[in-house]
């Protein structure tokens, strides 16, 4: 059996390696959380308003394209 001499601690399988990958998955994290404080935000400037959807429903049929009034909508 042939003795393994590439032992390089800083290779893209040590130290390095795990600090790419530490690096990569808190720079994740930190995109994620952000994106999410941005959506929370945004959300709590135009909350949601469901009563297109819940004022009449007795009208809506299984297959018609006047459904799309009773869809979600953006408020405004």
Do not use: H
């Not at 003795?3 to 998955?25: C, D, K, Q």
């Not at 952000?34 to 049929?61: C, M």
């Amino acid at each position: 059996m042939t003795e393994n001499t590439n032992r390089s601690v800083f290779g893209l399988n040590g130290v390095t390696g795990m600090l790419i990958a530490t690096v990569l998955l808190l720079s994740i994290l930190a995109f994620l959380t952000v994106w999410g404080l941005k959506v929370q935000q945004a959300s709590a400037q135009k909350p949601y308003d469901p009563t297109p959807i819940v004022s009449s429903l007795d009208n809506v049929k299984m297959i018609s394209k006047d459904n799309a009034k009773f869809a979600f909508q953006d408020p405004k």
